[in-house]
């Protein structure tokens, strides 16, 4: 089906990488320094995870963008995404995982990012723990 899209794109990488040594490049772009140091993190938002909550609980992004969670702690959580409800004290009393994705992150420092290319609201949730609970509108 899709068989040559992620191959293209790998070598598409891998040329950027071995042509990213030119120093003309360099000296060319750093005229105009960027003010917002843009990471190694594709453009959206961060989800930073604490203990058992995220701390962004309603975060909004654009339709191709992506979220990156990160791990504050090192507790392991299981994000994916589908529709919860929460009572009062924050703990969900319904969840149902839509298998759009599954993340996993285990240790502190690590992160996991996905994109989102279709705008809508969207809610996630770790499956390990009741209390964290989010949703992202992409727009
Ligand atoms: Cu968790």
Known sequence: MRRTAPLALALVTGAVLVTGCSSDGDAGAG??????????APAGAEVHMAFT???????AIKAGESLTFVNDNPIEHVIVQGPWEA???????????????????????DTASQAFPTAGTYQFFCTIHKGMNGSVTVS
């Open 53 to 59: 909550l995220f701390k962004e609980k309603d975060v």
């Open 31 to 40: 005229a105009g320094a960027a003010e917002k140091g843009g990471g190694a």
């Open 87 to 109: 009572g009062s004290d924050g703990l969900r009393t319904s969840e149902q995982d839509d298998g759009t994705f599954r993340l996993t992150v285990k240790d502190k420092g």
